[in-house]
């Protein structure tokens, strides 16, 4: 209760004290002046290529992990690895189509 009340307190110095700047309508224009350029909003073809090898290889990922897989026996190692290398695959791919999107876009 007594840090609303000296609160109010200090809020209330404040507003009395204060200094009103007045107004310059060449302020915005200057501060406005003074940013940097405005950026492309796509993305670069360079990063849909770097997704491209990417997805090459997790295909090579997975043919190289399905080739040495015993089909007599599915471990639970077998398992954690298709689920990591699926999420790995969808995660690239989906980050490629979206980098694909943006950069049709511009």
């Not at 209330?12 to 107004?23: C, F, I, T």
Request: charged residues 20%.
């Amino acid at each position: 209760m007594n840090t609303n009340e000296e609160d109010k307190k200090l809020a209330q110095v404040l507003k009395q004290g204060a200094h009103d700047p007045g107004e310059n309508p060449w302020f915005t224009r200057r501060v406005l002046n003074k940013l940097p350029e405005k950026r492309e909003k796509g993305t670069s073809w360079s990063s849909v290529a770097i997704y491209a090898i990417a997805l090459v290889a997790c295909v090579i990922c997975w043919l190289l992990m399905w080739h040495g897989q015993n089909w007599d026996v599915i471990t639970v190692r077998d398992v954690l690895y298709n689920v990591m290398m699926g999420g790995v695959t969808f995660t690239v791919l989906w980050q490629a189509i979206n980098s694909l999107i943006q950069a049709a876009d511009v």
